[in-house]
């Protein structure tokens, strides 16, 4: 049978060796192709594919042999490694496979060989052929051509890549984006694996993981839909050897979907709707702290915008990170109509819808208002803001004044939360050292002393009557010299708003004395007033003005 065999069949049988770069377990990809003829007489047919494959000591090196078989039964199939140059004597040789040929032909098949220690075998590059013998231990061995620097041999880690986004935030996507900086080595191709943990930085159960994929070709990944919450993510990198880079350090980060209470908005609270605002000031913007957050950790920011419309194009302010529910604006507006309207968001800009729109006018001018003061004392208080500001400095108002600098002898105003008793008085002279007083402020009232007539005038922000309130002015129990911050005449009762109740005298010096209630007392722009406040506790009032 064999005599006849040996007729029909050509003597040379073809013997197929294909090589493969080792790609990490968790990527299934074709292996480099290299194809040998296994007979009396070897022939390589030299790839057409990238080599060398990469493979660690001790891993596993995927080939796939094609051997043309003449006979039924068992097949030794071996593979061995061959130093850079050497084409005679192998480093190492593999233990055999035995390859079951069923049906005589040819025989395409994958073996994964274990490759050998390091000891045995260092790294670095080798040359490798296949062997086969059929029947087994039966006949001399047929050998492929060396395929020359085919295979190497790397134990060398990776370097571990660096986590970089997200970090620290809060994010409302489920579908989280992580990046990273890619590793390079070499011409290797790396991979990455990348995990994330719901409750703990130490990775130690699967069962808290909703993200462990590995096999990731590029620097990012995103991940499929996981739950809200704390997030902790790290990530490593794989060589084409299967060497394994440490973890990266872990980062973390938040996922909150759920909007600040759904379908509610902020409530707008001051100043009231076309309201007008006295002065040169910005108005401070209020709302109503309603809005409730299922998610409290995230923490609260509400969103103000500013107009010129209201149509929101044109916008003057437009600021999303206020953390407490009032806001002046900080850019100076213009004369004209302004619109505002606030919402709510969480650090992960799940948002509320916006407020309704308010607006408010800014007036055209500023107001100016002349306050004579005659010879010898007088009991005065500045009627408007000076400028922008809610003071002006002794020495401007002194030079406010006709002729200030010789007509006043002495400017006293009086601090009663001052801890010493003489400390309260504090004194100004015009052109003095050692001058106590330096500071005119619209909340308070003053003593000026002058030798001759002379009149202030002052050019600010205006109080319109009824007011608007932003600055305020705090009593103390007992005696207090306050101002009176309007251009108009107002009820001191009304004035001192909630304070009046506690006050049992309202006191002034036109020209004498003048005391009574707060209900029977009118004050009138440019005066100061002395008021006693009763009990034991500091009252606050509002001013006309911002």
């Known amino acids: ?44 047919l030299l790839p057409t ?48 496979y035995a390859y079951n040929v069923t049906v005589i032909g040819d025989q395409t098949f994958y073996y994964s060989w274990t490759m050998p220690t390091a000891a045995a075998v260092p ?7 296949v062997m086969a013998q059929q029947p087994q231990g039966t006949e001399t061995w047929k050998y492929s051509a060396i395929q020359t620097a085919a295979v190497v041999i790397d134990n060398t880690v990776p370097s571990a ?47 808290t993981r909703p993200v462990d994929v590995s096999g990731i070709a590029t620097c990012n990944y995103t991940t499929a839909a996981i739950p809200d919450g704390q997030k902790y993510w ?24 759920f909007a600040p209470a759904a379908g509610v908005a902020p409530t707008l609270s001051s100043p009231a709707d076309g309201a007008t605002i006295g002065g040169s000031y910005n108005p401070s913007l209020t709302w109503v702290d309603n809005i409730t957050d299922p998610t409290p950790s995230s923490g609260l920011r509400y969103w103000v915008q500013v107009a010129s419309d209201a149509g929101f194009t044109t916008l003057a302010e437009n600021v999303t990170t206020i953390t407490n529910v009032t806001y002046t604006p900080g850019s100076t507006l213009a004369a004209g109509t302004w619109y505002w309207h606030v919402k709510a968001r969480d650090m992960a800009w799940n948002e509320t819808a916006w407020s ?23 009991l005065m208080s500045l009627p408007l803001c000076p400028g922008s500001s809610s003071s002006m400095t002794a020495a401007n108002f002194v030079a406010a004044c006709d002729n200030g600098s010789n007509a006043i002898d002495i400017i006293w105003g009086y601090y009663p939360e001052e801890t010493l008793d003489a400390n309260k008085w504090k004194w100004y002279i015009p052109g003095a050292t050692g001058n106590t007083l330096s500071t005119i402020e619209v909340t308070r009232g003053y003593w000026v002393n002058t030798t001759s007539p002379t009149t202030l005038s002052i050019t600010g922000a205006s109080c319109p009557n009824p007011p608007y309130s932003a600055l305020t002015a705090t009593l103390l129990p007992g005696w207090n010299l306050i101002g ?30 003048d005391c009574g209630t707060p209900a029977a007392i009118t004050c009138q722009p440019g005066q100061g007033y002395w008021v006693f406040l009763g009990g034991t506790a500091n009252c606050s009032y509002g001013l006309p003005c911002n």
């Open 356 to 378: 309704t729109t308010r607006s408010f006018i800014k007036p055209t001018s500023t107001t100016s208002y002349s306050l004579p003061m005659g010879t010898g004392w007088n």
């Open 234 to 257: 790290r990530v490593r990198a794989v060589d084409n050897a299967t060497n394994t880079s440490a973890w990266s350090s872990v980062l973390s980060y938040f996922i909150d979907t």
């Open 49 to 96: 594919t990238a080599l060398p494959s990469y493979v660690k000591s001790e891993g596993t090196l995927v080939t796939q042999q094609k051997i043309n078989a003449d006979a039924l039964g068992f097949m030794d199939v071996r593979i061995q490694l061959f130093a850079a140059g050497e084409t005679t004597t192998p480093l190492w040789t593999s233990t055999n």
């Open 484 to 513: 009176f911050k309007s251009t108009t005449n107002i009820l001191a009762g009304t004035y001192l708003g909630a304070c009046a109740a506690n006050i049992s005298f309202v006191c002034r010096y036109p020209a004498g004395w």
């Open 1 to 44: 049978m064999k005599q006849i065999l040996a007729k029909v069949i050509s003597p040379y049988l073809i013997l197929f060796l294909v090589l493969s770069t080792f790609i990490p377990v968790a990527t299934m990809v074709t292996p480099d192709e290299v194809s040998a003829t296994i007979s009396d007489n070897v022939t390589l």
């Open 123 to 129: 790294a670095a590059t080798y040359g490798i052929r």
């Open 161 to 207: 890549p660096t986590a970089l986004s997200p970090n620290g935030v809060y994010t409302n996507d489920n579908t989280t984006f992580l990046s990273w900086n890619c590793v390079t080595k070499g011409t290797q191709t790396i991979l990455y694996g990348v995990q994330v943990d719901n409750t703990s930085t130490s990775f130690t159960s699967s069962a």
